[in-house]
């Protein structure tokens, strides 16, 4: 299974975020469009505004609403951002992001849940890549049965970079439902890496400034990094 391309659309209001979808020439090479929520304007948490991007944006959608210690750019009150939860899935979002731990009944909703809607578990780690907790992690996520587990850390130098390689290789190989990278400078490899080992999903932004995560790729920058990566092995292997 090849890893899906998501095309990560942040903006403070929403004629900002929707400003970030590319030409038509360059929007064949995305096959899912997250819309983060979280970087929104209070104003425009609503069920309304979901609807519009659920309308007007041809791709699959993702949903995603971090709290603030997740990476959200403000404050959300958690009762209003599991509105905005049920509300994905009453529209029939392609994929809804939600955080481990984020329901207290977190197994009930995998279970009950009755739409179309897939649910991506996730976890971050936004200071360190430990593997001993990452593989922990993950077991605890697998048991839950979401639809896509996806492991995300702060890689701080070139030794967490190796052991993410290592342990990226290692669940990959067990479980094609995981996407698994690193952020920062030294996660960049484990982006492109994750795309040629069949990650899931691979996430880009849609410009310089336009990240939604540190050591983000954009859609223009991966597809020369994937080619070389893919170039690279030719030359080793071919």
Do not use: W
Not at 102 to 117: A, C, F, G, H, Q
Not at 181 to 186: C, P, V
């Amino acid at each position: 299974m090849l890893s899906k391309t998501v095309l990560c659309l942040r903006g403070s209001n929403p004629q900002e975020l929707l400003a970030g979808i590319p030409p038509k020439e360059e929007i064949a090479a995305v096959d899912v469009i997250e819309i983060r929520m979280d970087y929104l304007d209070s104003e425009y948490l609503t069920k309304d505004v979901l609807t519009s991007f659920r309308v007007n944006i041809e791709k699959p959608l993702i949903f995603t609403c971090r709290s603030q210690s997740q990476g959200a750019s403000t404050h959300i009150p958690d009762d209003l951002r599991f509105q905005l939860y049920q509300s994905a899935f009453e529209l029939n979002y392609a994929y809804v992001d939600i955080e481990m731990g984020d329901y207290p009944n977190l197994d009930v909703i995998l279970r009950e849940k009755t739409s179309n809607t897939k649910i991506i578990l996730s976890y971050h780690d936004f200071h360190h890549t430990i593997p001993k907790k990452i593989r922990t992690m993950y077991e605890k996520m697998a048991l839950l049965h979401p639809d896509i587990i996806k492991i995300v850390t702060f890689v701080d130098n070139e030794e967490e970079s190796f052991q993410l390689d290592l342990l990226q290789n290692e669940i990959l190989s067990e479980n094609s439902a995981v996407t698994i990278f690193g952020m920062g400078e030294h996660g960049v490899s484990s982006r492109i890496k994750g795309y040629t080992r069949c990650n899931s999903l691979t996430y880009v932004s849609s410009g310089l400034g336009k990240e939604t995560a540190v050591g983000q790729i954009s859609l223009t920058e991966i597809s020369h990094l994937i080619s070389d990566e893919l170039d690279y092995g030719r030359k080793i292997y071919g």
